[in-house]
């Protein structure tokens, strides 16, 4: 590396560090699976593959349900400064990724959204009192909420001084659905070689990797101000809501496409393909075009390819693994709802790993772990 070149912005260097995280989520996992004998008492069960997936799944009789709960994480930092910065709230946009952050997980598994709930804790109750910003949440949740087909049962909306910092909230929301039939529950059992990797468009940085982002702003000389392109400033373009993939897997259930397996594309970016945990190989042949956003990022943090595809979605917000004769259709189908989608690799038999071609860039199976 020449003089002048910046020094890498790392993720771990953030403060997230996933070596930290992931060994307590394996735990947490593993003290769960042990309470599973519970729903026995109901009539019920688990599907145990659902253990380590995006939602949990449990067989109620006729159909099963999933839910999951996720967080939004720090992207409503950015919206404050932008509020600060221009005037303008997009809290209705930080709506619609709190919603997908859980939507986009339920949905891996097959799962139709039904109902979603919010959790809005702020770090006092005068947050609520910004009326422009409150109904710019409320307006965007509902939006989503539309978009998406589910029904906002409530939510919970504690203020928690000392708990979160004044003037700030901490977003999450929960989503509940069903998979009906069963034969769309989608683990992974019918992934196999041949298999094609649909990738589905993202509408940015979507909402994981922004405290790499937040950091990077200290780098920059007009901070969230500085232009991505002309006309389309930094703050303004990690702001882009995050894509809802629900619209598609309910087309693609209607068009007849049943997914092998599916994964959402967050944290540990392209990584999360190698979410199953069969040993099998994923080979990329073709990249997704990357959104001028993760392309300043990489560039003014530094990241080389394997730094910036290992944790950024990097254009690729959603995967989609389907039998090869059904690849074509499924893209067809993302496009006619509103998504952009290319075939770009296939499964293979071989040593568990990702291997993406046009830039030379392999994954181990052991570079995530999740279970």
């Not at 069960?45 to 349900?65: C, K, M, N, Q, T």
């Not at 929301?173 to 993202?202: F, H, Q």
Request: charged share 15%; glycine share 12%.
């Amino acid at each position: 590396m020449n003089a002048s070149a910046p020094t890498p912005l790392t993720y771990d260097q953030t403060g997230v560090d996933y070596d930290l995280i992931d060994p307590l989520k394996v735990a947490a996992q593993r003290a769960a699976a042990a309470t599973a004998g519970h729903l026995a008492g109901h009539g019920f069960s688990e599907v145990a593959a659902s253990r380590g997936e995006s939602a949990y799944v449990v067989d109620v009789g006729p159909f099963y349900l999933a839910s999951i709960v996720e967080c939004l994480g720090s992207k409503a930092l950015v919206a404050d400064e932008m509020q600060r910065l221009t005037g303008r709230s997009h809290y209705d946009g930080i709506a619609q990724d709190t919603i997908a952050m859980a939507v986009n997980d339920l949905i891996t598994v097959g799962a139709t959204p039904l109902v979603v709930q919010a959790y809005w804790a702020a770090g006092g109750s005068d947050w609520f009192g910004d009326a422009q910003r409150a109904h710019a949440l409320v307006a965007g949740w509902k939006r989503a909420c539309d978009a998406c087909g589910v029904s906002w049962g409530g939510g919970e909306t504690p203020a928690l001084a000392g708990i979160v910092e004044s003037g700030r909230i901490d977003l999450a929301a929960s989503c509940t659905g069903i998979v009906n039939p069963k034969s769309r529950l989608s683990l992974g059992e019918a992934l196999s070689p041949g298999d094609a990797i649909v990738l589905l468009a993202s509408s940015g940085i979507h909402a994981n990797g922004l405290s790499l982002a937040r950091k990077l702003v200290d780098r920059l000389p007009n901070g969230y101000l500085s232009e991505v392109e002309p006309g389309l400033g930094y703050g303004q373009a990690l702001l882009a809501p995050t894509t809802l993939y629900s619209p598609v897997t309910e087309a693609l259930f209607k068009a007849g496409v049943v997914p092998h397996y599916c994964a959402n594309i967050t944290g540990h970016g392209w990584r999360k393909l190698l979410r199953h945990p069969a040993t099998l190989e994923y080979r990329i042949h073709q990249l997704p075009p990357v959104p001028p956003v993760l392309t300043f990022i990489q560039q003014h943090a530094a990241l080389d390819a394997a730094e910036a595809y290992g944790t950024l979605n990097m254009g690729a917000g959603f995967a989609v693994f389907v039998g090869a004769e059904d690849a074509e259709r499924a893209v067809a189908v993302a496009r006619a709802a509103g998504v952009e989608a290319w075939i770009c690799g296939s499964v293979a038999a071989g040593p568990k790993r990702l291997v993406i071609e046009p830039l030379g860039i392999e994954y181990s199976g052991d570079s995530l772990q999740l279970r």
